[in-house]
């Protein structure tokens, strides 16, 4: 079965570090996101791609990156993470840009101290 | 700003019975609408969409959008314990990608045994 798979599920890292979270999808999508889930603010857009090679800022980009060199793979980079980015991460893929009906994969709870 | 309201809950309903789930939104712009259910500690799944007024049935769940009132509201009947998560309201303008979505904060739902 096709999937969208996130690693790690879990991670520590201290304030000033660079960290990658990976998301990898086998259905083939082209459009593909990354949110962060808080507490009192609901799922809010990060970063986005509609393709490869393409990238655009969401609602919440600052501190963050990401990449598409292909259609699979949309890591996120945290380039000096902050104790503000600790939360849960979801990354998501949609069959049709035109659409609000995604795809999320398990999430990547990250802690930073 | 786009807002997306939802009660937070949680609400709690007793076995058997309708849950019924309302949320506002705040644009008049807005065509498409989403359920997404969250189960404690996983990812977001959609349950349900709709795009024009009226009801929108899918076995025993009922999405209802008002968009001269602006709001959506999701019906669970003969609501089951297995129901009991947190329930995700999502909106977008017609045509509009994922990257325009906007999520509200989700109701807490209790199915009581």
């Known amino acids: 079965d096709a999937e969208i798979t996130q690693s790690p599920r879990h991670k520590i890292t201290e304030t000033g570090r660079q960290v990658t979270l990976a998301c990898h999808q086998t259905w083939n999508h082209n459009n593909m996101f990354w949110y962060r889930q808080d507490l009192g603010h609901g799922l809010r857009l990060i970063h986005y791609?509609?393709?490869?090679?393409?990238?655009n800022k969401g609602e919440v980009s600052d501190g963050y990156s990401v990449s598409r060199s292909n259609t699979e793979d949309l890591p996120l980079t945290l380039e000096s993470a902050a104790s503000s980015q600790t939360s849960v991460y979801f990354c998501?893929?949609?069959?049709?840009?035109?659409?609000?009906?995604?795809?999320f994969g398990e999430g990547s709870r990250l802690t930073v101290l | 700003q786009k807002e997306v309201e939802q009660n937070s809950g949680p609400l709690s309903v007793p076995e058997g019975a309708i849950a019924s789930l309302n949320c506002t939104y705040s644009?008049?712009?807005?065509?498409?609408f989403f359920w997404y259910r969250q189960y404690s500690g996983k990812s977001p799944e959609l349950i349900m969409s709709?795009?024009?007024?009226g009801d929108k049935e899918d076995g025993r769940f009922t999405a209802q959008l008002n968009k001269a009132s602006q709001y959506v509201s999701l019906l669970i009947r003969d609501s089951q314990p297995s129901d009991s998560a947190t329930y995700l309201c999502a909106v977008n303008v017609e045509g509009g990608g994922a990257d325009g979505l906007t999520f509200g904060k989700g109701t807490h739902l209790i199915i009581q045994p």
């Open positions: 998501a893929s949609s069959e049709r840009a035109n659409t609000g009906e995604l795809f």
């Open positions: 791609s509609y393709g490869v090679q393409d990238t």
């Open positions: 709709i795009y024009s007024n």
């Open positions: 644009d008049r712009g807005s065509q498409s």
